[in-house]
């Protein structure tokens, strides 16, 4: 496939974390972009500030669960990129109906009409956390999959069938599972943004059980770059793993804040377990490089650029972690037994 063979895009949730940058880099090439957002509490306009009067975006507020938004924003397109989810894994052992409906149910219709308008290409973006806990080694995309909280099962579902529209009726999908992302613009309720803001507001981090579980960093540019790899080189039907090679202890990513903020190591406070917390993501990622993909930013240096876009930016954390505490983290860190109080 040649290197620029869309003339309009479908971006669902491009008003999400990774979703808006990579709205920003999609721009950058020639073509139209068409974002389709819920607007949850997870999305917002502020997140495409800066490209939203672009005159080659087109935003459009609507559910990927209602067949008529779908139907509105997928006319024209040439390729879907379906980042809209639930993604907070907090939230899904305590509402998981609302991860069905959207990443299982609402994953279903995108494929219904990306059938019916025959796009060329249907690039899900789905999550390491599919495969559940890998305690040695690293996952590769033949593995079997074994979510094991009800986001990644979530993920996992949408997976089959993204999948399954392939087998069946040749829907010319992607799937990317990328690994744990961060940067700026992702929501405080997450832990790298948590724990930057909750520093910054004078809290302590909450580090769940011994702090040992590991994940992979990935700094969203280098995630959104992947994407755009396997978007036009990557071959339908098939997976795509994204790693960092940037594993750390959740207890490393933790100090690696407080020092680089000045804070003292005392505001790190260990907390009851999240129930079912997944040891350790780990991916190869062999299969994405052999497309010419290779990540950029070191943990240590994106932990740096976030923390100082947060710094900048209290104007777009403050809400947003004032509301999550409200609506969920008071909840949450009651149950367990938390010494963090609501602003
Ligand atoms: P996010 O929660 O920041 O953004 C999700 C976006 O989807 C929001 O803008 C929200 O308004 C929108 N949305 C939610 N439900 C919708 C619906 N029914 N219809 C339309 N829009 C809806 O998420 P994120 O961290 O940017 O993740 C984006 C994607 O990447 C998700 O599919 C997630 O599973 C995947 N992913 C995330 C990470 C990570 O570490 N953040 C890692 C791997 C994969
Ligand atoms: O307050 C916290 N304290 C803590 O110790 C929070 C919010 C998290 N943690 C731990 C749990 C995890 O081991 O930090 C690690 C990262 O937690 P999250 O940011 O909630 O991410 P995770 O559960 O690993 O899932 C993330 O990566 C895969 C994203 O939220 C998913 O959307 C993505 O698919």
Redesign the pocket.
């Known amino acids: 496939m040649g290197l620029q063979p869309f003339r309009r895009i479908l971006v669902t949730g491009g008003a999400g974390f990774i979703g808006s940058h990579f709205v920003r880099l999609a721009l950058e090439h020639d073509l139209e972009v068409v974002v389709l957002d819920k607007l949850t509490y997870a999305g917002s306009l502020l997140n495409l500030e800066g490209v939203l009067d672009h005159p080659r975006l087109h935003f459009l507020q609507g559910d990927i669960a209602d067949p008529a938004a779908v139907a509105e924003a997928i006319a024209g397109c040439q390729a879907v990129v379906n980042f809209a989810?639930e993604?907070?894994?907090?939230r899904s052992l305590l509402e998981p109906a609302a991860f069905v409906q959207t990443n299982v149910w609402g994953t279903m219709v995108l494929l219904e009409h990306a059938l019916r308008t025959g796009v060329q290409r249907f690039l899900h973006v789905?999550?390491?956390?599919v495969y559940g806990e890998v305690l040695t080694g690293a996952a590769r995309e033949i593995d079997p999959l074994h979510p094991r909280?009800p986001?990644?099962a979530s993920?996992a579902a949408a997976e089959h069938f993204v999948f399954s529209y392939w087998t069946s009726y040749r829907l010319p999908v992607l799937v990317t599972r990328?690994?744990?992302?961060?940067g700026p613009y992702q929501h405080p309720?997450?832990?790298?943004p948590?724990?930057i803001t909750n520093l910054l507001s004078g809290q302590p981090?909450?580090?769940?059980?011994d702090?040992l579980?590991?994940?992979d960093w990935l700094y969203v540019d280098d995630h959104c770059r992947a994407i755009w790899t396997v978007l036009l080189h990557g071959q339908p039907g098939q997976a795509y793993n994204i790693g960092a090679s940037q594993h750390r202890p959740?207890i490393a990513?933790?100090r690696a804040i407080v020092h680089l903020l000045g804070a003292d190591p005392a505001s790190i406070v260990h907390?009851s377990d999240?129930p079912g917390?997944?040891r350790r993501?780990a991916v190869e990622w062999s299969k994405l490089a052999a497309l010419g993909w290779a990540p950029r930013t070191s943990c240590e240096e994106g932990l740096a650029r976030t923390i100082a876009w947060y710094r900048s930016r209290p104007d777009w954390w403050t809400a947003r972690r004032d509301e999550a505490f409200a609506a969920y983290?008071a909840r949450n860190y009651r149950d367990r037994g938390t010494p963090v109080t609501q602003p």
């Not at 981090?205 to 059980?209: A, D, K, Q, V």
């Open positions: 989810a993604t907070h894994v907090d789905s999550t390491d956390e909280n986001y990644a993920k990328g690994c744990n992302t961060y309720e997450k832990f790298i948590l724990a981090i909450p580090l769940y059980g702090g579980h590991e994940r959740n990513v933790a907390v999240r917390h997944d993501y983290y």
